[in-house]
């Protein structure tokens, strides 16, 4: 059987939706406000149509939130182009990638190249950027770097949560949730004026579901859900010119993490025979074993484990933003501290033999203070200016139990690996920054954009890795030091609007991350010394099109990124040794473009459609151990990835039937440097679904939705694992549905 190309049936698409919203124009009035015009984002660091803002950029707002069942970041990689969110865990410490720009690692000490926001604030510890998704206004998804508009400066992107305000007037809200695998949801909110010039929203969310991976060791239910959060928001106006927020919020996930699967890479005869060697077909389901000898079968959702995987992540924070208007000039400041302490204990052998188990145990505290001076709103030439500290204390606990399988055997033996390491780390991070940005009006149709920022930032560092026995402590890594980086970047770009009002643009921007410190395990000093800054620079061509009042609309983009001396997480294996680098490649560039499209053929017709392609190459790269990884394709980017929407709605006598179907396809995707074929995962198409009925006066509605309709496989990570004779494969949850029923006040 033939199969299609995808991009021919994108392209395919895209011209079908265009012809079909095009056919409808004498079937909507020339006074109904379309999508595209209605939409208003804060990217730019004041309020724009979405049409306006010269960036490539994803705006869900909260219908989409609810209907396209996102209830963590995780859930936005199904709805924006070439965005990747990877979690080999549950709920804590995901890697995310932008247009292929990201770090594959885990670790507490990693800052992410993709920066996400909470109402301006930043989250800068990995633990707390999986959190529960509830009562937000929108979410905006800025692709490319950012650094003249923020605080925190990023290479790949910036993610920003804005929360719902207290509002004008009282507004309730409740939502109870039942699903597959016992599954349960309570999500609640109240907001309003208590007074003239004092408004109150507090809203939270309970989440619950049993395990729906079978344990047939300890004949248990693993992978269970148990997660809450809570926000409290206090708006006060003291002065017509000047507002008051206080932000309170906090939640808590103690559960499981999601269990692994065991893929042997060893052939199983010479493990029994005690002469282990390769097997000629791994990745061949049930026909290789790991050094112990354990097979796994074709089974995603069992496994034979000894430890459940237990995860806690408890996240508390606070807020302060005060805006006030100055002489008709804005200033806002923004102050925020938060906590986040983390302790994760999988099954990391994915095994029913005491093979490798690690104990992640780590907590940060961090400060920042943003100030920001804007121009009056009505200047014809737009600018901003702010100054920005982060002041951020991060401690790691991590507990390394090798081959306690063979204890009984050989006692402490480091010639077999059986040993147990202990990694403590502690990082004080401290970063400074000014940035500002001029829109300069050339004419009433062109509009100069100019840029600069500048950084500064040090990282101190207190390590000792050690091997820790009852009757002994050997020292393997101990040190004390630190790095300084500093770096000016910036951005120039010009916007012409044509007569009929579309955007065109073109930018050139550089982008900035600081050099830092290995977080991982080490067993010897080679493996941990500090890796350098890395820069990149991206010219992006854009174009924002929207006709018959906002109800067809396209935005595209292309961008060339050239890639300088990328951190690049790999794991090795010297002399048996298995290590865990983060260092510096020479270069790697970047080709890319995104399209999103969307057509409102009728009034009840919805259709949307996302398009992201990636022709990434890493340029120049050799390890240290002799390998060369020069021509390989960056982790999380796959060339083709597509995501469409389609929203039917039915007007009837008793209230509104709504049909909605999301489909998000891939291309390959490589999950480490090495591009190993055994840790990637192959093309795969995932489809979610929902049938709604609310009232005709919106008090109430009646939702049934499922994910993953087709109970697709597919892997969401491989952590290579060779020296231990396997790799760790973490999958995507199976078919799950369930039943929400909402009112509203």
């Known amino acids: 059987m033939k199969t299609r190309n995808p991009i021919s049936s994108a392209i395919g698409l895209v011209l079908v939706l265009v012809s079909a919203a095009q056919a409808q124009t004498g079937k909507t009035g020339a006074d109904e406000s379309g999508f595209v015009d209605e939409i208003i984002v804060t990217a730019q660091r004041r309020e724009q149509s979405l049409g306006d803002v010269s960036i490539a950029i994803t705006v869900l707002d909260s219908n989409d939130i609810v209907a396209s069942r996102v209830d963590d970041p995780t859930g936005l990689a199904r709805l924006v182009p070439t965005l990747q969110i990877k979690s080999v865990f549950s709920k804590s410490n995901p890697q995310v990638f932008m247009r292929g720009v990201g ?130 928001i206090l708006d006060y106006a003291p002065t017509d010119n000047t507002t008051v927020s206080l932000k309170l919020h906090g939640g808590s996930n103690d559960a499981q993490a999601r269990q692994y699967t065991n893929q042997g890479l060893m052939d199983p005869d010479s493990v029994a025979a005690g002469t282990p060697a390769l097997c000629a077909t791994p990745g061949i389901v049930g026909t290789c074993s790991d050094l112990f000898g354990y097979i796994d079968d074709s089974d995603p959702n069992a ?19 005060i805006s006030s208007r100055l002489d008709d000039l804005g200033f806002t400041s923004i102050s925020a501290v938060s906590k986040t302490d983390r302790d994760v204990r999988p099954d990391t052998d994915a095994s029913p033999n005491q093979v490798l188990h690690i104990d992640w145990l780590d907590s940060t505290e961090q400060f920042s203070q943003e100030f920001r001076l804007t121009s009056p709103p009505d200047s014809t030439h737009r600018w901003i200016v702010g100054a920005y500290y982060l002041d951020q204390s991060i401690s790691i606990d991590q507990t390394n139990d090798a081959f306690r399988e063979l204890r009984p055997i050989f006692g402490f033996d480091p010639s077999r690996l059986v040993i147990m390491v202990n990694t403590r780390i502690d990082q004080d991070l401290e970063s400074t920054a000014l940035f500002g940005q001029l829109d300069y009006a050339l004419s009433e149709r062109t509009t100069l954009v100019a840029g600069l920022r500048y950084t500064d930032e040090k990282r101190d560092i207190v390590r000792l890795d050690a091997l820790t026995e009852p009757a002994f402590t050997i020292p393997l890594v101990d040190l004390g030091d630190s790095v300084s980086s500093d770096n000016l970047s910036g951005k120039l770009g010009i916007e012409y609007r044509d007569r009929a009002d579309n955007l065109m643009y073109v930018s050139a921007t550089s982008g900035f991350k600081s050099g830092g410190f290995n977080g991982a395990v080490a067993l010897d000093p080679g493996s941990v010394p500090p890796f350098d800054e890395e820069t990149l620079a991206t010219i992006e061509l854009g174009y924002k099109w929207s006709r018959l009042d906002g109800k067809l609309g396209i935005n595209a983009a292309g961008f060339y990124t050239d890639y300088q001396d990328l951190q690049v997480f790999t794991r090795q294996t010297s002399g048996g040794i298995p290590r865990e680098i983060l260092t510096n490649a020479a270069d790697a560039r970047v080709l890319g473009a995104e399209l999103e499209l969307l057509a409102i053929p009728t009034d009840s017709l919805e259709l949307r459609l996302g398009i992201g392609l990636l022709d990434t190459e890493l340029k120049d790269y050799q390890t240290d151990v002799g390998e060369d990884f020069s021509g390989n394709k960056l982790v999380g980017a796959p060339n083709f990835s597509l995501n469409g929407m389609l929203l039917k709605s039915f007007e009837l006598e008793r209230g509104t039937l709504a049909l909605q179907a999301n489909y998000h396809y891939q291309d390959d995707v490589f999950f480490e440097t090495s591009n190993n074929p055994l840790l990637a995962q192959d093309a795969y198409g995932l489809l979610d679904g929902r049938i709604s009925f609310s009232s005709p006066d919106g008090d109430w509605e009646v939702a049934l939705w499922g994910r993953n309709l087709t109970d697709e496989r597919y892997l969401l990570g491989v952590v290579g694992l060779g020296a231990f004779g396997y790799n760790l494969q973490s999958w995507g949850e199976p078919l799950t549905w369930g039943v929400d029923v909402t009112w509203h006040r």
Request: no cysteine.
């Open 103 to 232: 770090v594959n690692d885990d670790t507490a000490l990693t800052s992410g190249s993709v920066a996400m926001y909470s109402d301006e604030a930043f989250l800068g510890a990995p633990a707390s950027q999986l959190f529960p998704i509830f009562d937000l206004e929108r979410i905006e998804v800025l692709r490319g770097p950012q650094g003249t508009l923020y605080g925190r400066n990023t290479t790949g992107g910036a993610i920003n949560f804005i929360s719902r305000r207290p509002g004008e007037k009282l507004e309730t809200s409740l939502r109870l949730g039942f699903g597959r695998f016992g599954g349960r949801t309570f999500e609640g909110a109240i907001g309003g004026p208590a007074s003239d010039n004092f408004g109150v929203r507090a809203a939270f969310v309970v989440n619950q579901r049993d395990g729906y991976m079978r344990n047939r060791h300890l004949d248990t239910d693993d992978a269970e859900v148990g997660n809450w959060a809570a926000r409290l």
């Open 303 to 321: 496994g034979r484990w000894d430890r459940r995987g237990d995860e806690e992540v408890d996240m508390t924070g606070a807020d302060l933003t």
